[in-house]
């Protein structure tokens, strides 16, 4: 909540005029911008530090899935092992769980450039180009 005026302010504002009232209500509009722009600055700086905690986090769960993930991929290599015959039949299936792995990944990347071929905001670039062709003729006329 504002403070109110004290009187000597009052009398000081009536006494300046219309250039003073003015003066007066710009520099009070100013203070009051720059008061919510410290305040913006200073939740700026915690969403910040919030938002950074939240990826640091993100980024350690990502590689902990990693990590499991390989993990649990040498369990069931270790696990499939151990029921076939062989001695090194580890090493085989090793072998088969990377290339599936590479397969999979290759299939996605051309997954993603047959994706990233297909336009995006076509519409929005549509009238764009409605817009400058009429910005055009309308320009030319006027000439």
């Given amino acids: 909540m504002m403070p109110e005026p004290r009187t000597e302010d009052r009398r000081a ?6 250039i003073g009232h ?22 700026a700086k915690e969403a910040g530090i919030h938002f950074g905690i939240l990826v640091g986090l993100l980024v350690a769960a990502l590689v902990m899935v990693f990590i499991g ?8 290599i270790f696990g499939v092992a151990a029921l ?11 072998f088969a769980v990377a290339l599936l792995h590479f397969g999979g990944a290759i299939a996605a990347v051309l997954i993603v450039r047959a994706k990233i ?3 995006v905001f076509s519409v929005t670039l549509d009238e764009f180009k409605k ?3 009429w910005l055009n003729t309308t320009t030319t006329r006027k000439l």
């Fill in 22 to 43: 003015v003066s007066g209500f710009t520099a009070g509009f100013l203070e009051y911008l720059r008061v919510r722009l410290t305040l913006a600055g200073v939740e």
């Fill in 13 to 18: 504002a009536a006494n300046t005029g219309f």
């Fill in 131 to 133: 817009d400058q062709e």
């Fill in 69 to 76: 993930y390989l993990f649990l991929c040498l369990a069931a």
């Fill in 84 to 94: 076939l015959p062989g001695a090194h039949t580890w090493i085989w299936l090793t």
């Fill in 117 to 119: 071929a297909t336009p």
